[in-house]
Nanobody, 124 residues
Framework: QVQLVESGGGLVQAGGSLRLSCANS????????MAWFRQAPGKEREFVAR????????DYADSVKGRFTIAIDNAKKTLYLQMNSLKPEDSALYYC?????????????????WGQGTQVTVSS
């Protein structure tokens, strides 16, 4: 079974940075797609970024493009999200997710495995 555990969230001032990590403590995946989603109170879970397992293809939501960077380290079975120039509207519970195959989808339903989330709060 795949077990995803996020870490690295916290409270930061606007303009600051955070680095989220998502470790897979379960079985190893290959040819998979990893993604970050986020959910703010009262809002639907939304796509943030995704990356193919090889690391040579990544995609971002328009709202974070140029500020966030997704990366994957398969040797460590860990996914990262470097978040710079944070804004109050980036505040949310951030989830990592995995699809055991390649997918270009940004839909929540397309991702089979999920972590429990890590809270990011950006103060103004």
């Amino acid at each position: 079974q795949v077990q995803l555990v996020e870490s690295g969230g916290g409270l930061v001032q606007a303009g600051g940075s955070l680095r989220l990590s998502c470790a897979n403590s379960g079985r190893t995946l290959s040819s998979h797609t990893m993604a970050w989603f986020r959910q703010a109170p009262g809002k639907e879970r939304e796509f943030v970024a995704r990356i193919f397992w090889s690391g040579d293809w990544a995609d971002y939501a328009d709202s974070v493009k140029g500020r966030f960077t997704i990366a994957i380290d398969n040797a460590k079975k860990t996914l990262y999200l470097q978040m710079n120039s944070l804004k109050p509207e980036d505040s949310a519970l951030y989830y990592c997710a995995a699809n055991p195959a390649f997918t270009s989808s940004t839909m929540v339903a397309e991702y089979k495995y999920w972590g429990q989330g890590t809270q990011v709060t950006v103060s103004s």
